[in-house]
């Protein structure tokens, strides 16, 4: 992960692509105004097994 950047609201809303790029291959991005920030972050899908892949390993041993 990289720099975190503080983004103003009128840079984000101007610049969204990059903003969410930012998220993606930099890390947690701010934007912050007078009255607080939000923080974006970007969370990848988590990868699932198949249903084969499940049902060959078992259930757990006791």
């Known amino acids: 992960m990289g720099f ?3 983004w103003t609201p009128a ?3 101007a610049e969204f692509d990059q903003l969410l790029e930012a ?3 930099e ?3 701010e934007i912050r ?7 974006v972050k970007f969370n ?3 990868s699932s097994k ?4 499940f049902l060959s ?3 757990p041993d006791d």
């Open 33 to 39: 105004d007078g009255r607080g920030s939000f923080t």
């Open 44 to 46: 990848a899908p988590k």
């Open 57 to 59: 390993k078992g259930l």
């Open 23 to 25: 998220a993606k291959s």
């Open 4 to 6: 975190v950047q503080t």
């Open 50 to 53: 198949s249903v084969t892949e």
């Open 11 to 13: 840079r984000a809303k």
């Open 27 to 29: 890390g947690p991005q």
